[in-house]
């Protein structure tokens, strides 16, 4: 196996949402005996987290809004909206989450490691530029490709998670160093991620959505892949690939409603390891999952096939709805996909 630089913020999670929240400590110690089941032995290289600092949060984020959550949090607390929860612990644990990535990317700029792995809460996909929703507060994975674009290079961010990374999007939505895909369930939370939505007018293609239907099984996320997103990788050309790692499209989740199994991430993350220009340009993120034993699985079998290891898991998942999302993706970008 290769080398896997992994961080995780499991042991210093001071992040409480309270009881009965499906966003919840329990995940990251899921995630981590997900790792912990891969086995890697020599293979993993654990990363020492770190605070992310206010100027590489800026990159991502409005100075005002960060500087109003560090207070709202200090304060005590409270509800950002019905879903999302602040504890007087979210800040210090979210500047670790956001500070893992790019702890990670350090490594792997070293040369250290062929790949990385941020285990982290709480989850940053839905947070925009101004605004934290739908369990996230700092947006990881953007605060990690901006660093990355601010340096010259060209990002592709593939998110996998069953609901639309909107603030991804959003924080992204005009500029062309980044390319931003997701596969997520519709209708679903945020409601956004038609596949209409293409990028802003000075990046006119740089966003590819995928919103599959109730029951969408992993061949249509991997046709996506193949048919329209592998052509557009090649005219892209990044020179790093960011994955918002999501597992709620696993069919045991209780907040979704896609039927994947853990054997569609290995096929997924084998894909997205493709598009790399080379090892040691590929980070996966954490974002969403609630059922704990999925969770727990499909961690494993991404460490796993990010190492280059040897999988043994559930089948794959085939013959579900969704093909022609496929298709509709495919005529508002104009790739042509034989179908």
């Given at each position: 196996?290769?080398?896997?630089?992994?961080?995780?913020?499991?042991?210093?999670?001071?992040?409480?949402?309270?009881?009965?929240?499906?966003?919840?400590?329990?995940?990251?110690?899921?995630?981590?005996?997900?790792?912990?089941?891969?086995?890697?032995?020599?293979?993993?290289?654990?990363?020492?987290?770190?605070?992310?600092?206010?100027?590489?949060?800026?990159?991502?984020?409005?100075?005002?809004?960060?500087?109003?959550?560090?207070?709202?949090?200090?304060?005590?607390?409270?509800?950002?909206?019905?879903?999302?929860?602040?504890?007087?612990?979210?800040?210090?644990?979210?500047?670790?989450?956001?500070?893992?990535?790019l702890a990670v990317l350090d490594v792997l700029r070293a040369?250290?490691?062929?790949?990385?792995?941020?285990?982290?809460?709480?989850?940053?996909?839905?947070?925009?530029?101004?605004?934290?929703?739908?369990?996230?507060?700092?947006?990881?994975?953007?605060?990690?490709?901006?660093?990355?674009?601010?340096?010259?290079?060209?990002?592709?961010?593939?998110?996998?998670?069953?609901?639309?990374?909107?603030?991804?999007?959003?924080?992204?939505?005009?500029?062309?160093?980044?390319?931003?895909?997701?596969?997520?369930?519709?209708?679903?939370?945020?409601?956004?991620?038609?596949?209409?939505?293409?990028?802003?007018?000075?990046?006119?293609?740089?966003?590819?959505?995928?919103?599959?239907?109730?029951?969408?099984?992993?061949?249509?996320?991997?046709?996506?892949?193949?048919?329209?997103?592998?052509?557009?990788?090649?005219?892209?050309?990044?020179?790093?690939?960011?994955?918002?790692?999501?597992?709620?499209?696993?069919?045991?989740?209780?907040?979704?409603?896609?039927?994947?199994?853990?054997?569609?991430?290995?096929?997924?993350?084998?894909?997205?390891?493709?598009?790399?220009?080379?090892?040691?340009?590929?980070?996966?993120?954490?974002?969403?999952?609630?059922?704990?034993?999925?969770?727990?699985?499909?961690?494993?079998?991404?460490?796993?096939?990010?190492?280059?290891?040897?999988?043994?898991?559930?089948?794959?998942?085939?013959?579900?709805?969704?093909?022609?999302?496929?298709?509709?993706?495919?005529?508002?970008?104009?790739?042509?996909?034989?179908?």
């Amino acid at each position: 196996m290769v080398p896997l630089a992994v961080a995780s913020t499991g042991a210093v999670d001071d992040h409480d949402t309270g009881r009965g929240h499906p966003e919840r400590t329990d995940r990251l110690v899921a995630a981590v005996a997900g790792l912990r089941d891969a086995a890697l032995g020599d293979a993993l290289l654990e990363v020492t987290p770190r605070a992310a600092t206010s100027s590489e949060l800026e990159r991502a984020h409005d100075a005002h809004y960060l500087r109003a959550l560090e207070e709202f949090a200090t304060s005590g607390g409270g509800h950002l909206d019905p879903d999302t929860v602040v504890s007087p612990g979210s800040w210090a644990t979210a500047l670790l989450a956001a500070g893992s990535g790019l702890a990670v990317l350090d490594v792997l700029r070293a040369g250290e490691a062929d790949a990385g792995l941020v285990l982290v809460r709480p989850p940053g996909h839905h947070a925009t530029r101004t605004r934290g929703q739908g369990f996230c507060l700092i947006n990881n994975i953007a605060v990690a490709a901006a660093a990355l674009a601010s340096d010259g290079e060209r990002v592709l961010i593939v998110d996998w998670d069953v609901h639309h990374g909107n603030g991804t999007q959003d924080i992204f939505w005009n500029d062309p160093r980044v390319l931003y895909v997701s596969t997520h369930q519709s209708p679903a939370y945020p409601g956004t991620g038609s596949a209409l939505e293409a990028g802003g007018p000075d990046a006119v293609g740089s966003t590819i959505n995928f919103p599959l239907p109730p029951g969408a099984t992993g061949d249509v996320a991997r046709a996506a892949l193949d048919d329209v997103v592998a052509p557009a990788v090649e005219r892209f050309s990044p020179t790093w690939v960011l994955v918002s790692a999501g597992y709620d499209a696993h069919r045991a989740d209780p907040l979704a409603d896609l039927e994947w199994s853990a054997g569609d991430y290995v096929g997924l993350t084998q894909r997205v390891a493709a598009f790399a220009p080379r090892p040691g340009r590929l980070v996966a993120f954490l974002e969403g999952g609630y059922d704990l034993e999925a969770l727990r699985e499909c961690v494993r079998v991404t460490a796993k096939t990010l190492a280059g290891g040897t999988i043994e898991t559930e089948a794959p998942t085939v013959g579900g709805p969704g093909r022609h999302v496929v298709a509709e993706t495919a005529r508002v970008h104009h790739t042509p996909t034989g179908n």
